[in-house]
């Protein structure tokens, strides 16, 4: 019922930038809020960062103050802009949406895109 295609993960060095879009279709009025999660090699699937629909975020206190989730609602789009990356940022990234009521939600993923920092 909603679709995510990610865009922008690669390679980068220690302090630079990448751009992770996310561009949602289908039932996209249905969808509350979406997110960005990341899983490094043996660590556990980990929070960055979350948008509602009502435009509420919410960081990791790992990433808060570099990077940034925003929402083009005309282009079905999310992003998440991360500055000052850090070798430890390295992880797959994963987009995700949730649609649906508080009663009964569903949950969407991304496929996953791969970020490297290098030092």
């Known amino acids: 019922q909603v679709q995510l295609v990610e865009s922008g993960g690669g390679l980068v060095q220690a302090g630079g930038s990448l751009r992770l879009s996310c561009a949602a279709s289908?039932?996209?009025?249905?969808?509350?809020?979406m997110g960005w999660y990341r899983q490094a090699p043996g660590k556990q699937r980990e929070l960055v960062a979350t948008i509602t629909s009502g435009g509420t975020t919410n960081y990791a206190d790992s990433v808060k103050g570099r990077f940034t989730i925003s929402r083009d609602n005309a282009k079905n789009t999310v992003y998440l802009q991360m500055n000052s990356l850090k070798p430890e940022d390295t992880a797959v990234y994963y987009c995700?949406?949730?649609?649906?009521?508080?009663?009964?939600?569903?949950?969407?993923w991304g496929q996953g895109t791969q970020v490297t920092v290098s030092s």
């Open positions: 995700d949406a949730r649609a649906g009521t508080r009663v009964r939600e569903y949950e969407y």
């Open positions: 289908g039932s996209i009025s249905a969808i509350n809020a």
